[in-house]
């Protein structure tokens, strides 16, 4: 193992971004995504992070597909790989690659609102209460074991968008933190 990280990004990159700017930036070897003009990539390539794109494309299989992810990521020989705002579910052939080596940040205190629409759904279930979540990547979807966690209060009135902000301003100090813990206990 080399000691460095490996980030999966999709979208705003937001996170990506707090892990780069905290004290753990400089061990971040590489940002796979599989969307290649994505915010995350911008921020990679201002950094002077490699990036490596795998597209999901109509021709590819989702076994194949994780595959080609695996060989993207086992390049780096990474110590920890962090799923920040990546937005496909990672199969067994990608998960079983890298045992006890992924880490995925989830708006929403886990169990609670698993799933691709956390923020909406703590929102429809009248929660008054939700947040974020670190936890280690099995076969489920944001079923793996929980390493962190953080509350963060609903207020009336507010928006999926307003509330994943909220979420966020949190996760974007609890990822690079717990990141940081999980390296030194390794
Ligand atoms: C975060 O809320 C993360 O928990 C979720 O996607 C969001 C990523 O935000 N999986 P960004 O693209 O890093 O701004």
Do not use: Y
């Not at 799923?83 to 992924?102: E, H, K, Q, T, Y």
């Not at 909406?120 to 929660?127: E, N, V």
């Amino acid at each position: 193992m080399n000691g460095g990280v490996v980030v999966l990004a999709s979208g705003t990159g937001s996170l990506f971004q707090a892990i780069l700017n905290s004290d753990i930036g400089p061990l971040v070897c590489s940002l796979v995504t599989d969307v290649p003009d994505c915010g995350a990539v911008d921020f990679a390539r201002s950094a002077g992070i490699p990036v490596q794109a795998v597209p999901l494309t109509g021709g590819l299989s989702r076994d194949d597909w994780n595959r080609d992810l695996a060989t993207a990521v086992a390049q780096w020989n990474p110590a920890l790989i962090v799923s920040a705002g990546f937005m496909r579910i990672l199969g067994p052939l990608f998960v079983d690659s890298f045992p006890n080596r992924i880490i995925n940040s989830h708006p929403a205190l886990l169990p609670n609102f698993p799933g691709a629409h956390a923020v909406r759904d703590a929102i429809s279930a009248g929660a008054t209460q939700t947040g974020c979540t670190i936890h280690f990547v099995d076969h489920g979807v944001d079923t793996g074991a929980i390493v962190a966690q953080e509350s963060v209060d609903v207020q009336p009135g507010d928006t999926e968008e307003i509330l994943h902000e909220r979420i966020k301003v949190v996760e974007r100090v609890l990822l690079p933190a717990t990141i940081k813990e999980l390296l030194q206990s390794s």
